[in-house]
């Protein structure tokens, strides 16, 4: 019982710090990779993005620990942060010619 | 895992707030003294109590110093061989290495002036990164005399770094740490509004003669509701400071092919040169470029002064030199910058007013470092800074005072380690701020690495700190106060008035001298607030003595029930003790 409480706090904090930096890396490199798509300055799309991207570490930050589903959780999360990433790979690709 | 929003926000709340907190408190309480920086080094570093000077000749003065200046023997060793490709030849030796840049630094509140030179790595791994190693020096602009680099300057070099990195510089362990404190902050605000949702009777709930537990909570609350939008900009707007840097590296890493292609394009478009073009050149006259620069400036009807000067690709063809305004009429940093053929001095290129975005971020990240001038924001940031201690400490002390009967009916140790950490980091890290000024003033200024001695004492003290916590601990495990709390106020208050007559003592200068026959604020004002730290930590030193009397005095009196009789004694007490 008390072990599985204990696994249960080591999920949500990993969920929380990891899931989430690894959503917002992606929400990040897809930002600024489709800004800089759509013809904004580099810099300006970076420091725009990273602004905005603190504040959603700190949305999902605190989804990850109020939603029901911790296996919901993970695949948003990482899910959608792998997701974002390669997109934004395959975006600067395109771009770049 | 929780039964309900509320109960997950409050299960955050406390244990995120609590393993955090104790770094939240040194990022506070540094960061309150950073606002100061400059100030604590003229107090540590005797022979610059002077007046802050305008950035000196560059032909006369700084670029023979320059010359000069050698790579930083510790850069050298940390940094070089990461940098350097083996496969292309042996490493350059350090006195070898090329000058790439030179650079010079200076603000309205600096008597005197940092500057540089940064040094290439001819064969780097990677040629688009930047293969720079450092070296650095000090002098005082008014007769161009180095400063002893083993001296340190205690403000700008210790505590402001302390503010922000822990000086954990493995692997930028420390930012990251203090990152994580930062996030922690957001969350813990945005989730003890969740919790409480009463905000607007928060602000005038102050009942110091309830027990302790709830009256920690009403300053917890009190604190951290009348300076919450404080507490927010400065988490956020530290983590925007770092977030391309170290947080979210994506420039650097994922999108550097990007990065690398807009720099380029960028070169091409302001005709500012992105590499060297191997050809030798002169350095033409920089101070006509400053003289020129400024007439620009004041062209604009924004006359000021020079903040930062740089010159690109040193003794290239290729070479500019950028000059930046100083900020000090602004919240930005420095800008305005204007750029110059180095060889020649022609104009190349003045910087286009800033667009919006970038607007936003110079203004966010410029209000939370504070290089313009308005003594009174400062202080305000003082007072927001240890309000946030303040809450950051209630916050221990509830989180001890509603367990602590608890764990002592049931034999846990719990509470009393929460308690020694919370006497380590509230009154401990001050004794340690306050031991490494009296260090300054007892060390003999020509002693060899003075600094180090510093900022060993400072440690030292803090290790103390914590050793005396733990030993005085027991009586936590019994429901009592822990009487570190007491001790180590006393220690403060004796530690605070030594520093400030040994300031007198070692270099003549007494607070009558320095508020009114010869006004010096940056020394007067660190000496009148150790002065009134000292006042505040004996007030708290009796009050807790009193409040240690009268838990004692229950104990012995009566068998009631704790609770009940916690509840009713400061009443009592209260009466006594004012009648």
């Known amino acids: ?86 997109a934004a790979w395959a975006l600067q690709r395109a771009v770049l010619g | 895992m929780f039964s309900s929003f509320r109960l997950c926000m409050s299960w955050l709340h406390t244990w995120f707030g609590l393993v955090l907190g104790f770094v939240l408190m040194v990022a506070f309480f540094f960061g309150s003294l950073s606002v100061f920086d400059r100030e604590i080094d003229r107090w540590a570093m005797p022979q610059t109590r002077f007046a802050p000077q305008p950035m000196p000749s560059f032909d006369r003065m700084l670029l023979p110093i320059l010359k000069q200046v050698q790579p930083d023997e510790q850069d050298y060793a940390a940094n070089m061989a990461a940098l350097h490709d083996a496969a292309k030849g042996p490493m350059t030796p350090r006195l070898e290495l090329p000058v790439e840049e030179y650079w010079a630094y200076t603000t309205h509140r600096d008597p005197v002036l940092i500057m540089g030179v940064g040094f290439g790595v001819p064969q780097p791994k990677d040629p688009a990164a930047h293969n720079h190693i450092h070296g650095s020096v000090t002098i005082d602009p008014r007769s161009g005399e180095l400063l002893r680099d083993d001296q340190l300057k205690i403000g700008t070099g210790f505590f402001y770094p302390m503010h922000y990195s822990l000086h954990l510089t493995w692997r930028d362990l420390g930012i990251w740490i203090v990152g994580l404190a930062a996030l922690t902050m957001l969350a813990a605000l945005v989730s003890g509004v969740i919790i409480h949702r009463r905000i607007w009777r928060e602000f005038f709930t102050f009942r110091p003669w309830k027990r302790t537990q709830r009256s920690a909570l009403d300053l917890h609350n009190l604190t951290g509701v009348v300076a ?107 800008g305005e910058g204007i750029h110059f053929k180095a060889s020649t001095g022609a104009l190349l290129r003045e910087d286009p007013p800033r667009t919006v975005v970038s607007q936003i971020n110079e203004f966010l990240t410029g209000l939370h470092l504070q290089h313009f001038e308005h003594w009174l924001l400062r202080w305000l940031y003082v007072l927001g800074g240890l309000l946030g201690c303040v809450c950051i400490a209630t916050g221990f002390i509830f989180f001890v005072e509603k367990r602590k009967k608890q764990h002592a009916a049931a034999g846990s140790q719990g509470s009393r380690v929460v308690d020694a950490l919370a006497v380590t980091t509230v009154t401990g890290m001050v004794i340690a701020a306050v031991a490494m000024l009296v260090a300054n003033r007892l060390l003999p200024a020509e002693l060899a690495g003075k600094g180090d001695w510093e900022q060993a004492a400072f440690w030292g003290a803090w290790v103390l700190a914590l050793l005396h916590a733990a030993w005085r601990s027991a009586p936590v495990a019994r429901s009592r106060i822990n009487p570190a709390w007491r001790e180590q106020c006393w220690a403060i208050a004796g530690l605070a008035v030594a520093a400030v007559l040994l300031n007198w003592v070692t270099t003549g200068d007494h607070l009558i001298g320095t508020v009114f026959t010869d006004t010096y604020w940056p020394v007067a004002g660190l000496d009148l607030s150790l002065l009134a730290s000292a006042a505040l930590a004996l007030v708290a030193a009796r009050r807790l003595a009193w409040r240690e009397r009268c838990a004692e005095a229950v104990g012995a009196q009566t068998q009631a029930p704790a609770d009940a009789a916690d509840d009713r004694l400061p009443v009592t007490a209260r009466l006594t003790h004012h009648g």
């Open chain 2, 228 to 334: 919450l939008p404080f507490h927010f900009f400065f988490s956020f707007t530290g983590l925007a400071i770092f977030a391309g840097h170290f947080y979210l590296p994506v420039a650097s890493t994922l999108l550097k092919p990007m990065h690398e292609r807009h720099e380029v394009l960028e070169a091409q478009r302001t005709g500012l040169p992105h590499e060297r073009a191997g050809v030798a050149a002169p350095l033409a006259s920089v101070d006509a470029m400053v003289l020129e620069a400024k007439r620009r400036w004041a062209a604009r009807d924004m006359a000021g002064e020079v903040g930062f000067l740089q010159i690109h690709h040193v003794g290239d063809a290729n070479g500019y030199v950028s000059i930046y305004r100083a900020g000090s009429d602004r919240v930005a940093l420095v």
């Open chain 1, 1 to 86: 019982m008390i072990a599985s409480e204990a696994s249960k706090v080591v999920g949500r904090v990993s969920a929380g710090l990891l899931g989430s930096y690894a959503f917002t890396w992606g929400f990040s490199a897809l930002g600024i990779a489709g800004l800089v798509a759509l013809g904004v300055d580099f810099h300006e799309a970076e420091t725009g993005v990273l602004l905005l991207a603190l504040l959603v570490f700190l949305g999902v930050f605190l989804w990850a620990f109020a939603a029901a589903s911790l296996a919901r959780v993970w695949l948003v999360l990482a899910g959608g942060g792998a997701l974002m990433t390669a």
